[in-house]
Structures are given as C-alpha cells and as structure tokens.
Nanobody, 122 residues
C-alpha cells in the first residue's frame, strides 16, 4: 500500500486546513486509516482514526471538537478537516493504514505516507 498525504501549509491561529491522504496499491488490505503527527523534538503521536466503513472514529483529546476525520472509499482517500487551529497543532502530519479493524496505536499501522507539514502561527 502506498499513501500520499497532501494539504499542509502555513495558517494563522484560528484558521483551518484540510489534509488528504490518497491510497494506492493493495487497497483491499486496508481497514483502519489514521492520522498521526510529530512536532520537532517530540515523538509521533496519534491524532485520529477511522474504520473501513467510517462508522467508527477516534480522536486524541486535544483535537476533539476541532478535527474531523472522514474517508471516501470510492476515491481511496482519507481526509482530516482541521478547524480552530492553534500553534500547538504545528507538526508534520502523517497518514497511515492498517489491516487492523480499528486501532489508535502507532505500532498497529504498517503503511505510512511521507508526511505533510502544518504550521500554525500565533
């Protein structure tokens, strides 16, 4: 499975961005998809995940109510709508996929995109 993340950029605090993650290759092997982020000097952390059907989602506490994860299986694409951004959201955002039914754990995801930079200025 190959994943291509896009949509990052520079935005002011309070602004919004929409990230996309396009999947190709062995699409049939993908179940849960997720977003993780890594800020400078910090470990990669979970942001959001969505099951294959889209009926099950999970969010890291600090993004609940501000970020929305979704996927369009017909387009093999996952999205992350990020609203009310603040400087603490600044990081490289990675999309990931797994054969697991649902997971929020980094070690369960075996396919990773290249990352897209999100920078939020104060």
């Amino acid at each position: 499975v190959q994943l291509q993340a896009s949509g990052g950029g520079l935005v002011q605090a309070g602004g919004f961005l929409r990230l996309s993650c396009a999947a190709s290759g062995r699409i049939f092997s993908i179940n849960v998809m997720g977003w993780f982020r890594q800020a400078p000097g910090k470990e990669r952390e979970f942001v959001a995940a969505i099951s294959r059907s889209g009926r099950s989602t999970a969010y890291e506490d600090s993004v609940k109510g501000r970020f929305t994860i979704s996927r369009d299986n017909a387009k093999n694409t996952m999205y992350l709508q990020m609203n009310s951004l603040n400087p603490d959201d600044t990081a490289v955002y990675y999309c990931a996929a797994s054969i697991a039914t649902m997971s929020v754990f980094l070690e369960d995801f075996n396919s990773w995109g290249q990352g897209t930079q999100v920078t939020v200025s104060s």
